[in-house]
């Protein structure tokens, strides 16, 4: 089973020992080839330093309330610079098309499965529209089936009824 990416955007994030307020959880960060959990993006409203990136081995505890983590942090003033490998959930998948290998439209990602216990993306949640989805409901793809991240799009291998 996994955890929705939606669930958990907005959280907040404090320091375990400290119970230092850090934000709200804004993105995940992924590996592209491997689907390995990079790290967590906290969001505050500071004017200086709005994002604060947490390594996953940093990350301490998930619960309904709130994550807590050790440590700062690494600041950052605009965006967290990603390198090439790094994939950005709230950028780089969500909400892009979805494509089958041979082309076909699958519909866009609505949603992003995590397990959290493993430290993996686990699955990819696509839908057409709002009406499609409630007649025939969304499609699961799960990650170790996505072939290639675009610019614009996803490329799945196949996909299974939700």
């Given at each position: ?59 301490i ?6 994550i ?5 942090g690494?600041?950052?003033v605009?965006?967290?610079?990603l ?9 780089d ?20 499965g ?13 839908g ?19 072939v290639?991240?675009?610019q ?7 996909a299974?009824?939700?």
């Open positions: 089973m996994y955890e929705s990416f939606l669930k958990w955007k907005g959280k907040k994030i404090y320091g375990k020992d400290t119970n230092k307020y850090y934000g709200r959880l804004s993105d995940i960060l992924v590996n592209k080839d491997t689907s390995m959990i990079i790290g967590i993006i906290s969001k505050n409203d500071s004017l200086i330093y709005k994002h604060r990136l947490f390594l996953i081995k940093d990350v505890k998930w619960d309904e309330v709130c807590y983590v050790k440590g700062y690494e600041k950052f605009k965006v967290v610079p390198f090439e490998n790094f994939k950005s959930c709230e950028n998948i969500y909400g892009k098309s979805a494509v089958y290998s041979d082309g076909t439209r699958a519909g866009r990602v609505r949603n992003i995590f397990n959290f216990e493993a430290g993996e993306l686990a699955a990819f949640e696509v057409s529209s709002l009406v499609q989805d409630l007649l025939s409901g969304r499609l699961i793809c799960p990650a170790q089936n996505t290639n991240y675009l614009d799009c996803i490329v799945l291998e196949k299974d009824k939700f």
